[in-house]
């Protein structure tokens, strides 16, 4: 009776091993791709070059914002790239959660022949004391998890993010209408 079942549990491996120990992937075990909140558009102009389009990019970086802060602004190729920052904080008086902190984002203008492309991107707020530190706003649950920040308070927040982001969107449309020889001289 022995002999039998290990020749059982032999026959067994050898038809069923090869299915178990194959190395394809299928759909479902392949990892998913998480989708990022994103603003991003062409924009066409009336015959510009791309030298002229890049050069209103860079001073869009350059030129300080009211509303919020530009860092990080690096131009390479036909690329103008920088990190806008906005102040948050709760507007109650006391409130439930304090995420005093900033949004940063990162906003990328790439430049070509009569058209340039905006990319508002990687929206996700930090804390100033590092306890209720939110992160992407693509997050279902916060960073800091959901007993430090719950539900209501995170959509407030992602409704923050977003609308800065919207900000950010107008501010550049702005700023890549003026042509590159007016944005140097200073109105006083």
């Not at 306890?131 to 916060?142: Q, R």
Request: proline content about 4%.
């Amino acid at each position: 009776m022995k002999k039998y079942i290990q020749a059982l549990v032999i026959c067994f491996l050898v038809v069923f091993s090869p299915s178990a120990f194959s190395q394809e992937k299928t759909e479902a075990d392949a990892p998913k791709k998480k989708n990022e909140t994103k603003f991003s558009e062409v924009v066409n102009t009336d015959s510009l070059p791309s030298s002229e389009l890049l050069q209103r990019a860079v001073n869009w970086v350059k030129i300080e914002s009211n509303r919020y802060g530009k860092t990080s602004g690096v131009t390479t190729g036909s690329k103008a790239e920088c990190t806008a920052t906005f102040p948050v904080k709760p507007k109650e008086l006391n409130p439930e959660v304090d995420y005093t902190g900033k949004i940063h984002m990162k906003v990328t203008i790439e430049c070509k022949d009569n058209k340039y492309k905006y990319t508002v991107s990687q929206i996700k707020h930090v804390s100033t004391s590092g306890k209720t530190t939110a992160g992407s706003i693509d997050n279902k649950v916060p960073e800091c998890g959901s007993m430090a920040m719950g539900d209501l308070v995170w959509k407030k927040l992602k409704g923050e993010a977003l609308r800065g982001a919207g900000v950010v969107v107008e501010d550049i449309k702005e700023g890549m209408k003026k042509s590159s020889a007016d944005s140097g001289k200073e109105e006083w």
